[in-house]
């Protein structure tokens, strides 16, 4: 199988092409290196089986080129955190919306199956507790620059869904819910990065809000696992599903807990959304999966609990001081 990974410098699609190289797959990665990075590829750089194209998604050139040339698209290329897109409005939309056309427009004319990562923050601001694929989409005022995020993926999900539709396109739609593990960066607002590299240099850990709000991780094998084996399952061919862990923790608790596990000195200190943010910010109080879609399809369970992922991270922290 020949696999082009949109994205594929940036944490989780850095995994996802060692894992496609791992079990035979030719993969081509394409990055702009926006946020991610050459040296998340150094495992696999050297593999006759591996290629890199450091170029935009925005080309239709080479999108039309590189999707040609390959069999399925894994297609993880976006703006992607909280702090980037507020930071980046224009260029996230952009790259969000036209780029996904672009991917769908070239693989509907070669008739190549997709693999879209949504994302857990298209279900909005919604309080329904476990969040299923069907539940509704409670999104804020578009003044409130975090929800071009959730409307921009939600928009990739719907052109997804048209191009099955009306044109038979093959394609898989994964909303993954945070996702963790080595090489994931802090700089955009990403909690656990940030929470112990903090931890680590004895800092006060910083809760954006009162620590409250539940949130759930699923680490980066999971999440991989999972995308490989929707992409290889027939029945899941124009279907969504939820992809993340259904255990949920406080923010708090979790400060708590990487303070506890790194052994640090570190006090927590909370930081008003605002100031953290933008004036207006809105965050969802609670965010976790009902994952009972992707277990009846595909036998589905995350194998890490959040213990384990934080020993991971912090170990890669420590090794990498990154
Ligand atoms: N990490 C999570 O918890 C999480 C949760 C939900 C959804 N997702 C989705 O998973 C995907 C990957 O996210 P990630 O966490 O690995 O983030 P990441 O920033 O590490 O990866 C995104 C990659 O896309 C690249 N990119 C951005 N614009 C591009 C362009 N125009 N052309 C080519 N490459 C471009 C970046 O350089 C980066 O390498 C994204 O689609 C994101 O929306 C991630």
Known sequence: MKALVTGGAGFIGSHLAEALIKRGDEVVVIDDLSTGNRRNLSEISEDKKFSFVE??????????????GCEVIYHLAAAVGVKFVIDNPVRSIEVNVKGTEIVLEFASKFKRKVFLSSTSEVYGKTEDGFFKEDSDRVVGATTIGRWSYSCSKALDEFLCLAYYREKELPVVIGR?????????????????????????????????????????????????RAIISLVEEPKAIGEIFNIGSETATTIEDLARKVIKLTGSNSDIIYIPYEEAYEKGFEDMRHRVPDTGKIHSLIGYKPHYNLDMILEKVIEYFRKTRA
């Open 55 to 68: 170029g935009t998604i925005l080309s239709e050139k080479l999108m039309g080129e590189l999707i040609k």
């Open 176 to 224: 993954l819910f945070n996702t963790c593990g080595p090489r994931q960066t802090g700089k955009y607002g990403m909690v656990i990065p940030r929470f112990v590299k903090q931890a680590l240099s004895n800092e006060p850990v910083t809760i954006y809000g009162d620590g409250k709000q539940t949130r759930s991780f699923c680490y980066i094998e999971d999440t991989v």
